[in-house]
């Protein structure tokens, strides 16, 4: 008895020893070395050195994507992977790069630090990942950021915007969606001037992004002359909110403004109305909480209040097409996911379009890609006809076009009442 | 000649412990005046006014009546089982889920919108729902990962237990997935009343109403039915129990139900309070209610609902009084736990425990 139960252990453990050695290994064509000093790229004969990705003909191109499948903005992140994917079809129709296809590996970056480090390393450890698009969140992006910065590969993120994320020190960072330092300039501004409140309240999720975010807004709205009376943080997951709220409320302040995700957002909403002090206070929140999602969960707790996005220039007529083949593809429209399926489409084109002015065919009909060209390529990028506007990426890796936008919840419906594309 | 040696060790440790229980006391203390100092100070310097004070109370009060009646479910199961149930948090949030579902139907079939005789129906046939989804997951857990490692060592049914946390949490990932499911509120629980400057929600009164009713529920089902009496014997002793003629496995199935079900039913109404439920959402309640179940003394049931509610009101007043943001909400929380534990290791209420259970 005792020593059949130990037989069966015994193989429940090798069989998963056996499944994990039959999991499919990365289908790499080709060898580099990922060990040498990436400057001092010295190839030899036949043998792709330094930092360059070699595709054997039929092979694919190797794009990376950190998205934030799960975590705290699950429907965003999917909304951004797909498309991705929409944009990798797109590209893929056309022809590829001199007939070589694109493809999308994507990878949960969970919206954490901790997990965009995991994603990092994973694709640093991968030879064939040419570049990688994303992460979704902030402290996402800024996990993966040193590891993708020391691996010399280069990332473009659709929606990371606190200022962070791209630095003059790091030259493989870039994005698309618009920083933070503008976001929380406008919302301050537009709280102070446009509705006239001089006293406010802000909280923040304790994430970079909603953190960073709550800061900027803290700051210029100070600057500006008006009062911040509490600034508190509460922890992303949380549900009750009201001993945080009650704090809040002693001071009477006119709005509660929120950096963070939908979810909390939505609560926070619901649960101010319940709150001493600030039944009747605004709330403004931003780009991370301006979701269907937040529609929904807030339900009447919604109407009226505000929210802060950082837009592109839509080009109406990409944007429509995009969408059909969107909806085509996955059967929802992509706005009733999340809003930044936009920039996540023009950040694969921005890197697209650098590998097609950087790959070269060797002789042996491989496609050779240097990363570090590839890397100054991406910061070349100019006049790149997006879905978002026409891309121009400065020194800094800043690509994105457009403006901030302010909404008011109207009818259950997101209203733009000032901001860019409003004369 | 060894007696003498080994007298002179043992009183030599015997005088070590007692010094070491001395110095902890006196940092215990110091770190109690401290806090008090602390307390003192912030509440001279801050001022907010009563009705601020009072409205933190409820909302500790609130907190503390859910964190009750998941912690009572640690502390029935461990009293009989001498094991925690680290899968307790998932229960309820498995209660939660079928709770969620429920509304959807009523909605659907249009009694949430109906007249308020309907609506008080349908809410209640949530909670059954709720209270059921939570006892099958209960059962199933005994019979599945508890009952085949009864007569293993006392660290494996834990791990057992942290593994089906896992499983169900992770479980519910993948069938529902990773958005938050809302609870869309009829309109009879949105909103609430105000005495003073003190608002009351709606869903607090009644959270805290059906708690007390449901602990009194359980202490009557404890204390004077046969059940009840069966479930104190074998937890007094398991196998003095079976030679009276009780059928232990019955009554572990029991109190795994009775504890479900309150699970269950605190799932629904923090579903109600908080308006979102999502795969992880028993995780940290979980924890909560398993400091509460430690901190009035494991093993219980009194002290579980006095734990309960105070560790709500520290949660809720806490950071205030001390004047630290809310966010470290659970520092205090867990020092309060640490603090108890150094001047009464076996809780606020529990007894000394006895050479058996140890």
């Known amino acids: ?423 | 000649m060894t007696s003498t040696i080994r007298s002179s060790t043992s009183y030599r440790v015997r005088r070590q412990a007692a010094t070491t229980r001395w110095v902890v006391r006196g940092l215990g203390l110091i770190g109690l005046a401290l806090l008090v100092w602390r307390v003192v100070t912030v509440g001279l310097a801050e001022s907010y006014p009563l009705s601020f004070w009072i409205s933190q109370a409820l909302n500790g009060l609130v907190l503390g009546g859910v964190y009750a009646l998941v912690a009572l479910g640690y502390t029935l199961v461990y009293g009989i089982l001498l094991m925690i149930n680290f899968a307790h948090g998932e229960v309820m949030m498995i209660g939660a889920f079928t709770g969620v579902f429920a509304l959807q139907f009523f909605t659907a079939l249009g009694w949430m919108s109906g007249p308020t005789t309907m609506v008080v129906l349908a809410l209640l046939l949530i909670a059954a729902a709720g209270m059921l989804g939570s006892i099958v997951t209960g059962v199933t857990l005994e019979r599945v990962a508890y009952r085949p490692l009864r007569g293993a060592p006392r660290l494996v049914p834990l791990i057992s237990a942290i593994g089906a946390s896992l499983f169900l949490q992770y479980s519910v990932l993948l069938v529902f997935g990773v958005s938050p499911r809302t609870y869309t509120r009829p309109p009879l629980l949105e909103g609430g009343f105000r005495v003073g400057d003190v608002f009351v929600p709606y869903t607090g009164v009644i959270i805290f109403v059906l708690s007390l009713l449901l602990m009194l529920a359980l202490y009557l089902i404890v204390q004077r039915t046969k059940l009840g009496k069966a479930m104190r014997a074998v937890a007094e002793d398991k196998g003095t129990a079976a030679l009276m003629g009780i059928d232990v496995d019955r009554v572990i199935v029991f109190t795994f139900i009775l504890s479900a079900a309150l699970a269950g039913a605190a799932g629904v109404m923090l579903g109600f309070h908080n308006t979102v439920v999502k795969f992880n959402s028993g995780f940290v309640p979980g924890l909560k209610a398993f400091t509460a179940a430690v901190l009035g003394g494991i093993g219980n049931i009194p002290g579980a609902m006095v734990g309960a509610l105070l560790l709500g009101l520290i949660e809720a007043i806490g950071p205030s009084a001390l004047g630290i943001p809310t966010e470290y909400k659970d520092i205090i929380a867990f020092s309060v736990l640490v603090i108890v534990l150094i001047f009464r290791p076996s809780g606020l209420l529990g007894e000394v425990v006895s050479e058996k259970k140890a």
């Open chain 1, 1 to 423: 008895m005792r020593n059949s139960r130990h037989f069966v252990l015994l193989v429940v453990l090798l069989l998963g020893l056996l499944a994990g050695c039959t999991a499919p290994a990365p289908a790499t064509t080709e060898q580099q070395a990922p060990a040498a000093a990436p400057a001092a790229a010295q190839p030899a004969a036949a043998q792709p050195a330094g930092n360059q990705v070699v595709i054997a003909p039929g092979q694919p191109i190797r794009i990376g994507g950190s998205f934030a499948l799960t975590g705290p903005i699950p429907d965003p992140g999917k909304d951004i992977r797909q498309a991705a994917e929409i944009a990798i079809d797109e590209l893929n129709a056309a022809g590829g790069v001199e007939g070589f296809l694109f493809e999308l590996v994507a990878e949960d970056g969970a919206c954490s630090g901790d997990q965009g480090t995991v994603v990092g390393n994973k694709f640093a450890a991968d030879p064939t990942i040419v570049a990688v698009t994303g992460g979704t969140c902030s402290g996402e992006t800024i996990g993966l950021k040193p590891i993708l910065l020391k691996a010399r590969i280069p990332f473009v993120s659709p929606s990371a915007t606190n200022p962070d994320v791209v630095s003059a020190d790091c030259d493989v960072c870039n994005r698309v969606a618009l920083s933070d330092a503008l976001q929380g300039e406008v919302d301050a501004d537009f709280v102070f001037n446009t509705l006239g409140l001089k006293k406010v309240a802000a909280m923040h999720d304790n994430s970079d992004y909603g953190k960073g975010l709550a800061e900027i807004f803290q700051n210029a709205f100070t600057k500006l002359g008006g009062e911040v009376s509490s600034f508190e943080g509460v922890q992303v997951g949380d549900t009750d909110f009201r001993a945080a709220l009650a704090k809040i409320g002693a001071n009477q302040p006119e709005l509660v403004y929120f950096g963070g995700y939908s979810t909390e957002a939505a609560l926070i909403a619901q649960q101010m109305r319940e709150s001493a002090g600030l039944e009747n206070a605004k709330f403004m929140s931003v780009d991370g909480a301006y979701t269907q999602q937040y529609l929904q969960a807030a339900g009447a707790a919604a109407e009226g209040t505000y929210m802060s996005f950082v837009a592109g220039d839509a080009q109406a007529e990409k944007l429509a097409a995009f969408t059909e083949a969107y909806v085509a593809k996955f059967g929802v429209e992509p706005s009733q996911l999340g809003p930044f399926h936009g920039q996540s489409h023009d950040s694969v084109i921005v890197i697209a379009d650098a590998i097609k002015r950087t790959a070269q065919v060797d002789s042996a009909g491989n496609l050779v890609i240097d990363r570090e060209a590839l890397i100054k390529a991406i910061r070349a990028t100019a006049g790149l006809e997006g879905i978002t506007g026409t891309l121009t990426c400065d020194a800094m890796g800043e690509c994105g076009a457009g403006g901030v936008q302010i909404f008011i919840v109207e009818n259950g419906e997101f209203k733009q009442i000032a901001g860019f594309g409003l004369e």
